[in-house]
């Protein structure tokens, strides 16, 4: 069978995509190839998902007919870049699509001089399907590999198209944003802990009130302000938790935390 997919780095991410698209059967695994040098990760990608695997990144880029992924640590880029500078790349080459924080588009074009690329930046919530994931694409890319994209991430939940200037802005907000929200779900069973809960029921609540909220704010595309209006009755408990929010700082942390993953993102890559 002709190798569509390529997968180079088997990691959180690269398994978060690659698991989707198996299950939603967008590729079969005979389909796929995975270049991983861990060979404990290879075998487990192999024998979970009955994927190819291989440690050489230029093999990939020879059988994978339809797009390569790129899921590697930025700070791995240049080194893959440098173990490819003999492979030939034109526009027929397959679509690279890297997920890798901070690259940038001319980057990865001089990396892969004269491929299609696009630059995207998905999130772990993609492995149930809820992914939120902003493309943008390369120079040398059509509409077929923009469909193509489209098409990939659609399978782990809702895609965006933006300029590549909001790419680091992005990563800050929805790219990092579930370990924000981690921590809050974390946070408030330990207040409900504190406040008397046992754990078990203290995580229920917390876990179940983040997930409802935001369902609430997507179905009924309430502004999340007049959401809390509704919750916020006058002299009752929630104005008493939320001046106590205020007062630490709560909206100023997470504005904080999303311009400083900015900046980092920006950071990784120069
Ligand atoms: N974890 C997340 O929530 C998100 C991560 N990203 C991006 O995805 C990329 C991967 O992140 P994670 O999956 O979290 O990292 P990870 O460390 O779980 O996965 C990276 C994988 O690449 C493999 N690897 C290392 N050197 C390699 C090489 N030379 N050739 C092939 N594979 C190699 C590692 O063994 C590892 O399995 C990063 O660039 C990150 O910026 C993007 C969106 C969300
Ligand atoms: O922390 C990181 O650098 C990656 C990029 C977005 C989420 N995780």
Not at 56 to 76: G, M
Not at 169 to 183: C, E, F, K, R, W
Request: proline residues 4%; charged residues 15%.
């Amino acid at each position: 069978m002709t190798i569509k997919f390529g997968l180079i780095g088997g990691g959180v991410m690269g398994e978060a995509l690659l698991s989707r698209l198996i299950a939603r059967g967008i590729y079969q695994p005979s389909e796929v190839i995975v270049s991983e040098p861990q060979t404990a990760r290879q075998a487990f990608l192999q024998q979970k998902y009955h994927v190819g695997v291989t440690t050489d990144n230029s093999l990939v880029f020879t059988q994978a007919q339809d797009v390569v992924f790129l899921a590697v640590k930025p700070q791995v880029f240049s080194a893959i870049a440098q173990e490819l500078a003999d492979t030939v790349f034109t526009d027929h080459s397959p679509l690279v699509v890297s997920i890798l924080a901070g690259v940038s588009l001319s980057q990865l074009e001089a990396a892969f001089p004269q491929s299609p690329v696009i630059r995207a930046m998905p999130n772990t919530p993609a492995t149930v399907g809820s992914g939120m994931t902003a493309i943008c694409s390369g120079a040398y890319t059509y509409a077929q590999h923009q469909k193509l994209a489209q098409q990939i991430f659609s399978a782990v939940g809702e895609v965006v198209e933006v300029s590549e200037s909001l790419m680091d802005a992005v990563t800050g907000l929805s790219g990092s944003g579930p370990a924000y929200v981690a921590l809050l779900v974390e946070a408030l069973a330990d207040g409900g802990v504190a406040s008397g809960l046992p754990r078990g029921i203290a995580n229920q609540l917390a876990l179940q009130t983040v997930l409802g909220t935001a369902q609430l704010l997507h179905e009924s595309k309430l502004h999340p302000a007049e959401l809390k209006d509704r919750v916020t009755s006058p002299g009752g408990t929630t104005i008493a938790g939320i001046a106590q929010l205020e007062k630490a700082g709560f909206r100023s942390a997470l504005i904080e935390a999303v311009k400083a993953a900015t900046w980092r993102s920006q950071e990784l890559g120069k």
